[in-house]
């Protein structure tokens, strides 16, 4: 005989468990240690998000970044993105994620609705048991009664001790450590800097050494990077090598750390340039809603970018264009740079291209007034000595300073695909 029970809905709270999934794959593996200490797979009501955090436990345990795109292609790879209702259901759940300060609040609500169903359940097996009836009364008591303590043993495990009882082995131990007049008080481990942190391994303490992830640049080896001295290879860097930092202040590699083959992603920004990098590279992002820039990972700015209060709202820094080597020029910088994009650095004459007459009034102002520019034919111009090229007081024509410079620097008498910089 069976119990007749009402038909009803168990309990479970949808929005509950959506926020929680949202806020992980929003805030990234940080907050995923704080979820996995209170909830299962099973302690989500419906398939689909069960299969959802069986994935990103599959990322966190292989070390992985568990974010939009990451969990999109695990998902994928194990033939179940179309069973919880594919990328547009997993952009979603970032839509109506939590703040990371409520997330925990809402784990603890979707862990109260799965113990709740889980004691419906225990008690439903029970009342099936009592009215059956097929075994020793004291023997189902017994069975119904682990059944009840089987799910008081998910809750975290502590103890409550009488002051008096530890006052007094604790003041000794005190007192032991003081008398040693050391600054190491445990197990010393021979590294004077970890030591230095840790006062040494302490009793009953349980330490795990490791690296943070995601702090420094992940970009493949082929990738351009700007130094002060011109352009080169990511693969080619060494620590202690300076780069052009974006607001011109000192920038040195610290570390170079080959991560083998990774995923790499084509980021591209709204003024079409691009570049390439793994999930895990760093940007220094801003947004008006914030009151200081934030450093993102590659992945998370993705997802952010999927909601619509973040879409075309957040920003990086553009170079400032104050870096380099001091070496002396000849030339005006501003000058040279012109003339090696827009001039003709050959012939009996320098000539300058260009419709801007803003860019050519700045040209001639950068010459310090010593030079004029004259009409050349369409958009070209010919860049000649104010007064001419006969001068008072010197013999024959005066030399061209601006020429004589590009000499120097082994610019002059070259065509556009021979400049250099």
């Not at 007049?181 to 840790?198: I, Y």
Request: proline letters at 5%; glycine letters at 8%; hydrophobic letters at 40%.
């Amino acid at each position: 005989m069976a119990a007749d029970l009402p038909s009803r809905i168990p309990p479970h709270n949808l929005d509950a468990e959506r926020a929680v999934l949202g806020a992980v794959l929003l805030e990234g593996r940080e907050t995923l240690p704080r979820v996995i200490e209170i909830l299962r797979p099973s302690d989500f009501y419906t398939d689909a998000h069960r299969t959802t955090y069986e994935a990103m436990l599959r990322l966190f345990d292989r070390g992985e970044p568990v974010d939009l795109i990451t969990l999109n292609e695990e998902l994928r790879r194990n033939e179940r993105l179309a069973s919880v209702g594919g990328p547009a259901a997993l952009a979603l759940l970032v839509e109506q994620a939590s703040i990371a300060a409520y997330l925990m609040s809402y784990a603890q609500i979707v862990r109260d609705m799965a113990l709740l169903r889980e004691l419906i359940q225990v008690s439903t097996e029970a009342i099936t048991d009592a009215f059956d009836a097929k075994e020793d009364v004291q023997s189902l008591v017994d069975q119904a009664e682990r059944r009840i303590f089987s799910l008081a043993e998910r809750r975290l495990e502590g103890s409550a001790v009488a002051v008096g009882k530890i006052l007094k082995n604790t003041f000794e131990y005190i007192e032991r450590l003081y008398e040693r007049k050391e600054h190491v008080t445990g197990v010393a481990t021979g590294f004077e800097k970890l030591d230095l942190e840790t006062s040494g391994f302490q009793p009953s303490d349980f330490i795990i050494i490791a690296g943070r992830p995601s702090m420094g640049k992940a970009q493949p080896v082929d990738a351009m990077v700007k130094t002060l001295t011109g352009w080169t290879r990511m693969g080619n860097l060494r620590p202690g090598d300076a780069l052009a930092s974006v607001d011109g202040r000192p920038s040195m590699v610290s570390g170079v750390f080959p991560q083998g083959p990774r995923q790499v992603y084509r980021v591209t920004f709204s003024d079409g340039r691009s570049t390439e990098c793994c999930a895990e590279h760093l940007w220094r992002v801003h947004s008006r809603s914030w009151r200081e820039p934030r450093t993102l990972s590659t992945a998370r700015l993705a997802a952010m970018l999927a909601i619509t209060r973040y879409s075309h709202r957040l920003w990086i820094d553009v170079p400032s264009g104050d870096y380099g080597h001091s070496d002396p020029l000849p030339l005006d910088p501003w000058l040279l740079g012109a003339l090696l994009g827009d001039g003709t650095l050959s012939g009996s004459s320098l000539r300058f291209s260009t419709a801007d007459p803003e860019m050519l009034a700045r040209l001639v102002e950068r010459t310090g007034g010593a030079f004029e520019a004259r009409p050349a034919g369409g958009d070209d111009w010919r860049i000649v000595q104010a007064g001419g090229a006969h001068q008072p007081g010197v013999r024959g024509v005066a030399p061209n300073a601006i020429m004589d410079a590009l000499r120097t620097l082994g610019l002059w008498d070259i065509t556009s695909e021979a400049k250099f910089v």
